[in-house]
């Protein structure tokens, strides 16, 4: 397994622009797919997640074409379901994916086959596949119930009433909301349970009404009522936002140690993710906001232990984890249940790294409690194939000059070149 011994660092500094939103730009590819019309995507992230998505539009006959060099990619809609045929498609481990090309695939005709890698196997879709079946769809399990690999037989969706159960993911979702503007008749989506995660579903509102479809949303974004009749309608051309989420590893660096500023998403950003400044803020750092920009800055007091709901944020929560074990007293990360059906366990994950570090950690179903060491031991760092462990955890050479961390290459999921510009921000 390769290796990445980290240079201690004793700050960070920069300014830097950030790469596009990984879930904004699998959202809009799967809608720009779905339009009418050309379209150019700029600032679309270069990363696995959305190389699978790509790929698997590709493969169904969307005729798109990328520029790497330039992060933009062309293509002209299909201007209604996503084309009939007979298609295995192999998604790896891209949740967004997956998830809204279940749905998407269901408004065609066809016979369709959906796989992923073995942990995404692991990954459960069945409150997806239920809703589908309430809208009268012909969708099974090819192995066990509740994850892929999945078989659809595809008739075009009906449309009407169908419920989903909003405690688990809000992919689920964002997933039904894509495909309802292509239902014969009006949709409506009921959230039972807990509706985890909002601020994605917001982002999936906000981009659906972007391409010119109406979402009617109601009783605090538990019922949604898409009317039919509508198709999206492609702009010329599309900006994708800075990944927020990605910006809370430079700004976490900086709350430490240091002066960052990203670009890309600030004030007026759709992500949740945005938020993380904000606690850092709460934790002693000074933060400011533009309307596409965030600037952190250590305070010389350093920064104090935290007690937060990351409910709205929770890719941000490991850094945040992270970032705790350089403050005074204690931590605690609440409502983080859904952490253990991401790419890993992440709670359980989190948890066993920081301990091998010299923190004191309690984990519960949906929190972590986060007890600083008195000093950041050497350690190395297993990633469990998850991008946001190993990017997380990289914060750690900020204390300590013997943090190394295992299978780096997992950050070209949504970041293949982290290192290098994490590193080209540091004082050494």
Known sequence: MEKLLLPRLRSVAGDLLLPGSKSLSNRALLVAALGRGPIQLSNCL?????????????????????????????????????????????LGNAGTAVRSVTAALCAGHGQYRIDGNARMRERPIKALVNALKLWGVKIGYEISSDCPPLLIDAQGLPGGRTEVDGSLSSQYITALLLAAPLCRSTAVIEVTGELVSRPYVEMTVDLMRRFGVSVDVASDWRRFVIPAGQ?????????????????????????????????????DSVQGEAGFARVMGQMGAAVEYGTDWIDVTSSPNGLIGVDVDMDTMTDTGMTLAVVACFARGRTVIRNIGNWQVKETKRITAVATEL??????????????????????????????????????????????????????????????????????????
């Open 231 to 267: 198709s999206y309608v492609n702009p010329p051309h599309f900006a994708i936002e800075g990944d927020a989420s990605s910006a809370s590893y430079f700004l976490g660096a900086a709350a430490i140690s240091g002066k960052v500023r990203v670009r890309g998403c600030g004030s």
């Open 46 to 90: 270069e990363s696995d997640d959305v190389d699978r998505m790509a790929e698997a539009l590709q493969k169904l006959g969307v005729p798109l074409k990328r520029d790497l060099a330039a992060r933009s990619v062309t293509l002209t809609g299909c201007g209604g379901p996503l084309p009939s045929g007979n298609f295995d498609l192999y």
């Open 355 to 428: 301990r091998k570090v010299g923190a004191m950690v309690e984990e519960g179903a949906d929190y972590l409690v986060i007890d600083p060491p008195s000093k950041i031991q050497n350690a190395e760092i297993f990633t469990y194939d998850d991008h946001r462990m190993a990017m997380a955890f990289s914060l750690l050479s900020l204390g300590s000059d013997g943090i190394t961390i295992l299978d780096p290459g997992c950050t070209r999921k949504t970041f293949p070149d982290y290192f290098e510009v994490f590193g080209g921000l540091g004082k050494k």
